[in-house]
């Protein structure tokens, strides 16, 4: 069974860098037939994809948040990360991480909340 | 950019009724869409993707359907587990793009 788990600080200060990652278990980030996302939702608000990464490495983001978003593989854990710079308010959200296959996202993570504030 | 819309933005229904939620694209999506359940707490669950083929373990009383801008998800009888809030999903080939639509909360 497949299990995505995110991990990072639950507080970021303004203007700081946010960074997260997904450790997935029970199959291997280099199978080509998936993509790897973030997705965030705001509190009580609906959901925004942040972007993917193949195990390719490579990567296509949301063009709202592309400025400010790298995301990367490590291979060698099985994991996958988010980096989001220059934070503001406006990013505190549940983070999650997702597997996507024929454009529909089959295993998420469970979520991380992070919070923007000084 | 496609813009999703769900409507109705609640809908109350009995258990053991049939439920439709509807969706609605900005410009034709052709069959790239998908929909979720999400309970309070809990990360969104995939029920159906490219619009009709429900994903692994999903109860056949769900069902998708539509193409182009229009799309519908039906629950045929309404079991007490499935007052959730429900999302769609339109997916873009190129460039990639993935956009959810606002939400329906089905209650009782």
């Known amino acids: 069974q497949v299990q995505l788990q995110e991990s990072g600080p639950g507080l970021v200060k303004p203007s700081q860098t946010l960074s997260l990652t997904c450790t997935v278990s029970g199959g291997s980030i280099t199978n080509g037939a998936y993509y790897w996302s973030w997705i965030r939702q705001h509190p009580g608000k609906g959901l925004e994809w942040i972007g993917y990464?193949?195990?390719?490495?490579?990567?296509s983001y949301n063009p709202s948040l592309k400025s400010r978003v790298t995301i990367s593989l490590d291979t060698s854990e099985n994991q996958f990360s988010l980096k989001l710079s220059s934070v503001t308010a406006t990013d505190t959200a549940v983070y999650y991480c997702?597997?996507?296959?024929?454009?529909?996202?089959?295993?998420w993570g469970q979520g991380t909340l992070v919070t923007v504030s000084s | 950019e496609i813009v999703m819309t769900q409507s109705p933005a609640t809908l109350s229904v009995s258990p053991g009724e049939r439920a439709t939620l509807s969706c609605r694209a900005s410009q034709s999506g052709s069959s790239n869409l998908a929909w979720y359940q999400q309970k309070p707490g809990q990360a969104p669950r995939l029920l159906i993707y490219?619009?009709?083929t429900r994903a692994t373990g999903i109860p056949a009383r769900f069902s998708g359907s539509g193409s182009g801008t229009e799309f519908t998800l039906t629950i045929s009888s309404l079991q007490s587990e499935d007052f959730a809030v429900y999302y769609c999903q339109h997916y873009n080939n190129w460039p990639p793009m993935y956009t959810f639509g606002q939400g329906t909360k089905l209650e009782i």
């Open positions: 990464i193949y195990y390719s490495g490579s990567t």
């Open positions: 490219a619009a009709s």
């Open positions: 997702a597997r996507e296959r024929h454009g529909g996202f089959d295993y």
